[in-house]
Nanobody, 118 residues
Framework: QVQLAESGGGLVQPGGSLTLSCVASGSVFGTYRMAWYRQAPGKQRELVAYISRSGNANYADSMKGRFTISSDNAKNTLFLQMNNVSPEDTAVYYC????????????WGQGTQVTVSS
């Protein structure tokens, strides 16, 4: 069982920056693909970015160049640096851990609200 706890959400002005954090309850990097998803009101949850088991970062096309995903493996922490945000980035952001090693397992955090508004 993996528990994920997000933090760092809040209110940010358009054009501003915000960094989200996700702390995992155990050692996850190398075993799980670690990802950020988001869900805006009235919309489906969508993938923002992920770090593969091998450590490669991948982004949804619309997030490239503005968002940066990174990790501190020693602290079991995943980050999402969000730059030049716009109101369209307003959503609940979720941390996700997924693996198909020795059976498929997937875990979600409770989410953290990001609101972009002036």
């Amino acid at each position: 069982q993996v528990q994920l706890a997000e933090s760092g959400g809040g209110l940010v002005q358009p054009g501003g920056s915000l960094t989200l954090s996700c702390v995992a309850s155990g050692s996850v990097f190398g075993t799980y693909r670690m990802a950020w998803y988001r869900q805006a009101p009235g919309k489906q949850r969508e993938l923002v970015a992920y770090i593969s088991r091998s450590g490669n970062a991948n982004y949804a096309d619309s997030m490239k160049g503005r968002f940066t995903i990174s990790s501190d493996n020693a602290k079991n922490t995943l980050f999402l640096q969000m730059n030049n945000v716009s109101p369209e980035d307003t959503a609940v952001y979720y941390c996700n851990a997924w693996t198909a090693l020795m059976g498929t397992r997937e875990y979600w955090g409770q989410g953290t609200q990001v609101t972009v508004s002036s």
